[in-house]
């Protein structure tokens, strides 16, 4: 349903210096770090019928504020583990629930976090923490193994309490 070409040579900015990347999108080598994500094929041809179901599909995720990965967990979360990590801030930052198998997957894939550096999980969780509902997104780590994974010491105080002399502090 959809035709892919040749993949797409990706070469990033050294020192300032203009690559092929930043001036195919018309972007200075600066500001290039902005960008989030950028496609590994061009599509060249998209079945319109498969196409509509799909914004459909989106369409009615979006209204029900429901997360949900559109492919087969073994290529979402195989081909860049964060995601993982992405689902609970996404679900923190907007308010969005995450779809029941979409939730089992999480925690499945769980173990494949590791394989993320240390500087991008960082960056994800530095996101969570800072958006509207850290409470969600930190619940749903603990619910998935995720917190274990990333942050031992914080799961190992899951449910502890505070003693009397802690109780307003």
Known sequence: HITLAAPVAHNWYVKGAPSKLSLILDISPKNLEAVIY???????????????GALEKLEKDLAAKILRTPLDPDVTFSEDPLRLLRAARFAAQLDFRIEEATFKDLAAYAPAISAVSHERVRDELVKLVMSDNPEK?????????????????????????????????
């Open 38 to 52: 950028f496609a590994s094929f061009l599509t060249i041809a998209v079945d319109q019928d498969k196409k509509t």
């Open 137 to 169: 997104g930190m619940n749903l780590l603990q619910q998935t193994g995720l917190l274990a994974l990333l942050v031992p010491e914080l799961a190992e105080g899951v449910g502890v309490t505070q003693n009397k002399h802690h109780i307003y502090t």
